[in-house]
T-cell receptor
Framework: DAGVIQSPRHEVTEMGQEVTLRCKPI?????LFWYRQTMMRGLELLIY????????DSGMPEDRFSAKMPNASFSTLKIQPSEPRDSAVYFC??????????FGQGTRLTVV | DAKTTQPNSMESNEEEPVHLPCNHS???????IHWYRQLPSQGPEYVIH???SNVNNRMASLAIAEDRKSSTLILHRATLRDAAVYYC????????????????FGQGTELSVKP
């Protein structure tokens, strides 16, 4: 398996634009997590899914953020409209409940 | 969410063993103990996890106290490449719609390795 695949690796966008981050989890994993990492706040859990169903989205900072998992092999995190304070590295991870989680390479988002 | 406590930083010498401690006095019976690390400019990496018994894999060993209120990650022979932030996390294995399965990262222990 190729591991967790995230795209794009880097994204630079202007304030106010819509940004969509994508994640392909490891096949067979039933948990998917979205995290955001900044120097100030560390690694924050935004939302996680179990069997494609969102379980806890309390970490999503605002209504501008939304996440979907239409099937077991794909998830998106969307920011609309984007703001400079959304600049961060966004990680996706997948796992089975009794096993370790595996992370993608991350998407470095810069909003100017 | 059950909490863990780790030292902010530790130092070790290359080729010597490293023992990274973690306290989790409020651990529940259904919590697995997970360890991850994050090397500079990389994403988090799974290291090891366990429930009650000590665990070994190619990366490290995990020693779990008998009362499960603390654990220690053991790197048998530190290399410069092991310099990273190490996170100890409790993860409820019941899973499902009761918010089990969540994986929350704290501040971790920043390990530096001296040549």
């Amino acid at each position: 398996d190729a591991g967790v695949i995230q795209s794009p690796r880097h994204e630079v966008t202007e304030m106010g634009q819509e940004v969509t981050l994508r994640c392909k989890p490891i096949s067979g994993h039933d948990y998917l997590f979205w995290y955001r990492q900044t120097m100030m706040r560390g690694l924050e859990l935004l939302i996680y899914f179990n069997n494609n169903v969102p379980i806890d989205d309390s970490g999503m900072p605002e209504d501008r953020f939304s996440a979907k998992m239409p099937n077991a092999s794909f998830s998106t995190l969307k920011i609309q409209p984007s703001e400079p304070r959304d600049s961060a590295v966004y990680f996706c991870a997948s796992s089975l409940v009794r096993a370790g989680a595996f992370f993608g390479q991350g998407t470095r988002l810069t909003v100017v | 969410d059950a909490k863990t406590t780790q030292p902010n930083s530790m130092e070790s010498n290359e080729e010597e063993p490293v023992h990274l401690p973690c306290n989790h006095s409020t651990i529940s019976g259904t919590d697995y103990i997970h360890w991850y690390r994050q090397l500079p400019s990389q994403g988090p990496e799974y290291v090891i996890h366990g429930l009650t018994s000590n665990v070994n894999n190619r990366m490290a060993s995990l020693a779990i106290a008998e009362d499960r209120k603390s654990s220690t990650l053991i790197l048998h022979r530190a290399t410069l490449r092991d310099a990273a932030v190490y996170y100890c996390i409790l993860r409820d294995y019941i899973g499902g719609y009761n918010q089990g399965g969540k994986l929350i990262f704290g501040q971790g222990t920043e390990l530096s390795v001296k040549p």
